[in-house]
């Protein structure tokens, strides 16, 4: 089975511009959750998608979104870019079926550079 | 709220040396407790898990056991090898409706020969 991918895995952006990443599952996982990894707060949780509906959110501002499609595979946008959101970004999936779960499976992240 | 604290890092052995890396964490309810590893230039890999109280969790000779009394999940192995540097990070996933990884701070372990 393939793994998870993401795309792009490099961005360049300048403050104030826009970015979507996209992420495409395991094949059958159904859920899909995004998380923001910097030395300075670690790894963070942003939000978790399932069968095209938000199940979870993090604590992060409304300038960063998601949506997911019926094909299980998730974008994540970030308007208004800010020096701050420079980070690798990570998407998991799973099966979501809770702790019954085999466990999320990461993809290799995109990495994100703000300047 | 839920939380996870991890042993401040790096951690520096010796190839064949005992390993402990402490985890406690702070949660409401029962929730799943995981080990992830992320090798140099690597992604995240699940390493273990365990989703009940006295559960243990084991791969590549790693272990760890959910401790309710003492909310706590230490990663222990016997024996490490150079090949085992990497950062570790200890995580929970509330029992809710859900996935989401609640994520320590991780700890560099580097192991030489």
């Given at each position: 089975?393939?793994?998870?991918?993401?795309?792009?895995?490099?961005?360049?952006?300048?403050?104030?511009?826009?970015?979507?990443?996209?992420?495409?599952?395991?094949?059958?996982?159904?859920?899909?959750?995004?998380?923001?990894?910097?030395?300075?707060?670690?790894?963070?949780?942003l939000?978790?998608?399932?069968?095209?509906?938000?199940?979870?959110?993090?604590?992060?501002?409304?300038?960063?979104s998601?949506?997911q499609?019926?094909n299980?595979r998730?974008e994540?946008n970030v308007s208004?870019?800010?020096?701050?959101d420079?980070?690798l970004?990570?998407?998991?999936s799973?099966?979501?079926?809770?702790?019954n779960?085999?466990g999320?499976?990461f993809?290799?992240?995109?990495?994100?550079?703000?300047? | 709220?839920?939380s996870v604290?991890?042993m401040?890092?790096p951690?520096?052995?010796s190839?064949?040396?005992?390993?402990?890396?402490?985890?406690?964490?702070?949660?409401?309810?029962?929730p799943?407790?995981?080990?992830?590893?992320q090798y140099?230039?690597e992604g995240?890999q699940?390493l273990?898990?365990a989703?009940?109280?006295d559960?243990?969790?084991?791969?590549?000779?790693?272990?760890?056991?959910?401790?309710?009394?003492?909310?706590?999940?230490?990663?222990?192995?016997?024996?490490v090898?150079?090949?085992?540097?990497?950062?570790?990070f200890?995580a929970?996933?509330p029992h809710?409706?859900?996935?989401a990884?609640?994520?320590?701070?991780g700890?560099t372990?580097?192991v030489?020969s």
């Amino acid at each position: 089975k393939a793994g998870v991918t993401q795309t792009p895995r490099y961005l360049i952006k300048t403050r104030g511009q826009q970015v979507t990443l996209s992420c495409s599952p395991i094949s059958g996982h159904r859920s899909v959750s995004w998380y923001q990894q910097t030395p300075g707060q670690g790894l963070q949780f942003l939000f978790e998608y399932f069968s095209e509906t938000q199940r979870n959110k993090g604590n992060f501002p409304g300038r960063f979104s998601g949506r997911q499609f019926s094909n299980s595979r998730s974008e994540m946008n970030v308007s208004t870019l800010e020096l701050g959101d420079s980070a690798l970004y990570l998407c998991a999936s799973s099966l979501g079926q809770g702790s019954n779960s085999p466990g999320q499976f990461f993809g290799p992240g995109t990495r994100l550079t703000v300047l | 709220g839920n939380s996870v604290t991890q042993m401040e890092g790096p951690v520096t052995l010796s190839e064949e040396a005992f390993l402990t890396i402490n985890c406690t964490y702070t949660a409401t309810g029962y929730p799943s407790l995981f080990w992830y590893v992320q090798y140099p230039g690597e992604g995240l890999q699940l390493l273990l898990k365990a989703t009940k109280a006295d559960d243990k969790g084991s791969n590549k000779g790693f272990e760890a056991t959910y401790r309710k009394e003492t909310t706590s999940f230490h990663l222990e192995k016997g024996s490490v090898q150079v090949s085992d540097s990497a950062v570790y990070f200890c995580a929970l996933s509330p029992h809710q409706a859900g996935t989401a990884l609640i994520f320590g701070k991780g700890t560099t372990l580097s192991v030489s020969s």
